[in-house]
């Protein structure tokens, strides 16, 4: 994960640096070297572990989510079978 550092603040993303720098015109993807041109440099950072309510909460909502595409999968099984009695 990518933090970067401007006069010695760090900032999660380039939408923050480019809040800080609106007379500055950044590409959409600009490179390590354009960055460090501006004076900003790039640390890479591992991103935190998740806790064990975290990875549980991820593992509901996955169900959750299979869930209700087997629900909607069901039905529209039962629309179509309706449509195709008429």
Do not use: H
């Amino acid at each position: 994960m990518r933090t970067y550092v401007y006069k010695g603040v760090s900032y999660k993303n380039l939408f923050e640096i480019r809040q800080l720098l609106p007379n500055i015109s950044l590409p959409r993807e600009p490179t390590d070297e354009q960055i460090a041109e501006l004076g900003i440099t790039i640390k890479y950072v591992d991103p935190p572990e998740s806790t064990p309510e975290e990875l549980a909460a991820i593992e509901e909502a996955e169900r959750q989510q299979q869930l209700n595409a087997e629900a909607q999968e069901f039905l529209l099984g039962i629309m179509e079978g309706m449509k195709n009695e008429q």
